[in-house]
């Protein structure tokens, strides 16, 4: 096993597994921000099993979809729970920049070690999908759709 594997198994069990007991376990408004987490979380950990299995194409293919389906599956429960999330609105702001930091102490080494390719250029692109997508994702998340304004 090398240094990836072990990143990725620690990411894997202290990570996604506390995620996935978030979203399947307690109020709402902590299920949608874990939900939002375990896809970031599966995302780098993919990122970290292409570099350590070899298999650039196959792995960072998945993360990046992943990354890109990952918040908008967000976006799409925040808007058809907004009326239960808006009764007790989940705090997602708190997990922004721990999420942030994540995607950068995992993308950035991985382009030292992959060097100028295009597997870079994917990677950099995964990190700012991951990046945009979980900021976009949790200020949908603080900031509720507001009603329409009746019509006269």
Known sequence: MNGWLFAAAALLVCGVAPALWGVSTGPLRRRVVAQNQATLLVCLALLLLAQGFGRSSAYTDLALVLAVLGPVGTLVYARLLADDLADDPPHSSRTT????????????????VTGPARATAKLLVIGALLIAGNVVASRALDDPVPEAAPHD
């Open 97 to 112: 920049w721990p999420a942030v930091a994540a995607t950068v102490l995992v993308v950035l080494p991985l382009c030292v």
